[in-house]
Nanobody
Framework: QVQVVESGGGLVQPGGSLRLSCVAS????????MNWYRQAPGKERELVAL???????TYAESVKGRFTISRDNAKNTVYLQMNSLKPEDSAVYYC???????????????WGQGTQVTVSS
């Protein structure tokens, strides 16, 4: 079994910064991909940023230049540094990981419970 836990959300003023963290633990052999999604009220969940094990990244157009995804492979942790935050960035942010476990030959996907980010003055 794999557990995924996010942290770091909160209330911040427009223009401010937050750093989200996500730790994966449990029966983990390898994590080829770690991603951040978000979901605002009344909207579909959307990909914010992804990072594959080799370090390649992809960002949603709306966050390019403001958000940065990074990983600490030794700690099975992925971060999302969010700068110049806007009210439209308010959402529940979810961590999504693709994991090889000791009992799987193909990666399985796990989600965290989400962390709320609110950007408001």
């Amino acid at each position: 079994q794999v557990q995924v836990v996010e942290s770091g959300g909160g209330l911040v003023q427009p223009g401010g910064s937050l750093r989200l963290s996500c730790v994966a633990s449990g029966d983990i052999v390898r994590i080829p991909q770690m991603n951040w999604y978000r979901q605002a009220p009344g909207k579909e969940r959307e990909l914010v940023a992804l990072m594959i094990n080799g370090g390649a990244t992809t960002y949603a157009e709306s966050v390019k230049g403001r958000f940065t995804i990074s990983r600490d492979n030794a700690k099975n942790t992925v971060y999302l540094q969010m700068n110049s935050l806007k009210p439209e960035d308010s959402a529940v942010y979810y961590c999504n990981v693709r994991v090889f476990t000791s009992s799987t030959f193909s990666p399985a996907t796990y989600w965290g419970q989400g962390t709320q980010v609110t950007v408001s003055s």
